[in-house]
């Protein structure tokens, strides 16, 4: 019910504003928020070599600065991906670039990766103490500048690992956002191989600096053929990469184009996204075969397709599209479901 009339004030501004407008007011009701949903810790799950409160999570994109860990954290997520953060400040796309498509109950999305740049992320994240001191796992996620050719990618991503290697309890690489121009090509076998190399040395090399080993996960997109699922699979494999986030937004329109903004450019999220991110999640747990932890996302607007997204061979599930249209209350059905269905499993012995 309180979601219910917060909702009406969201909706009655655009997209962009009410996406502010909600992390200020998280922020001013922090002190109070655990009153939304089951604590942290209530269906713990071990992948990557972490513990995991409960399998539930918040995808990178609503907290791109870093600065609103703590707020967010109080609404039980078990854990929470900040970002994504480029090397250098840059604004992202022109407004508006963000839409609502209620009817559909989805988003579509053109922000291009607005980050604050390192410096300031990193000052933000260290800031936010008590989500971590809680239980909870940070993730945070790292891309590219938009104006570094595509050929010199791996600098960003390299420097934007180094930065956050310690203030993360994994990071990552994504490769599959549709704003950022030539961003996915980097999901191709060759790129995607030369990518992961690089990134594997740095971080053999930060491990070896700081006595510490800071799992990397990769996020692709919907939009992948179905064949080359079997040959990312590989290279996650062959490279050491610890999870596989499957998947961002989709530049597919499996809409009526009478939705008002069905039309806008961008990545498109909700619920029309959710059939095929868990046919994604389902053919990468089909070809890993446990080899490689899955963290499923895209779609979930409800309790079951949380289960659904685990039972497709997900270990972990995060939301986004869901809480601007369900509210806070989504974390608490997410967990309830999974616990209910028994479908929450942590890493076989010996995968971390």
Same mark, same amino acid.
């Given at each position: ?191 995607? =191989?030369? +990518?992961?190399?690089?990134? $594997?040395?740095?971080?053999?090399? @930060? ?6 080993? /800071? #799992? ?54 909700? =619920?029309? +996204?959710?059939?095929?991110? $868990?046919?994604?999640?389902?053919? @990468? ?6 080899? /490689? #932890? ?56 010996? +995968?971390?």
């Amino acid at each position: 019910m309180l979601y219910r009339l917060a909702r009406l004030l969201l909706f009655s501004v655009d997209a962009e504003s009410a996406h502010d407008l909600a992390l200020a007011g998280l922020q001013r009701a922090q002190p109070v928020g655990r009153f939304f949903t089951k604590p942290i810790g209530s269906l713990p799950v071990r992948i990557m070599g972490l513990s995991f409160g409960n399998p539930v999570g918040l995808a990178a994109g609503l907290d791109k600065t870093g600065a609103h860990i703590d707020s967010l954290g109080s609404l039980g997520f078990g854990f929470i991906e900040a970002g994504t953060v480029t090397p250098r400040p840059q604004p992202g796309n022109p407004k508006p670039r963000m839409f609502r498509l209620i009817g559909a109950r989805a988003i579509i999305n053109r922000m291009g990766f607005n980050s604050p740049g390192l410096a300031p992320f990193i000052d933000n994240v260290r800031r936010q103490k008590s989500f971590r001191a809680s239980g909870g796992v940070l993730g945070l996620n790292i891309g590219k500048n938009a104006h570094t050719p595509i050929e010199h990618a791996l600098e960003d991503y390299r420097a934007c690992l180094r930065d956050v290697y310690c203030e993360a309890d994994y990071v990552a690489v994504n490769v599959s956002s549709p704003n950022t121009k030539d961003l996915r090509s980097l999901q191709s076998a060759g790129q995607l =191989a030369a +990518l992961l190399t690089g990134l $594997t040395d740095e971080r053999k090399r @930060l491990e070896d600096q700081h006595d510490k080993r /800071v #799992p990397l996960a990769v996020k692709i997109a919907p939009d992948v053929s179905d064949d080359s699922i079997p040959e990312i699979a590989d290279a996650l494999v062959a490279h050491g990469i610890d999870a596989v986030i499957a998947t961002n937004t989709t530049v597919m329109r499996n809409i009526p184009k009478t939705h008002k903004h069905a039309g806008e450019a961008g990545g498109l999220s909700g =619920a029309p +996204l959710a059939a095929r991110a $868990t046919q994604v999640v389902h053919l @990468l747990s089909r070809h890993l075969q446990g080899a /490689v #932890p899955i963290i499923g996302v895209g779609g979930i607007m409800h309790g079951t397709d949380a289960v659904e997204k685990m039972q497709a061979g997900a270990s972990l599930v995060q939301l986004y599209t869901g809480l601007v249209y369900a509210g806070p209350g989504l974390v608490a059905d997410c967990v309830n479901a999974i616990r209910q269905n028994g479908c929450a499993v942590s890493s076989p012995p010996g +995968l971390t």
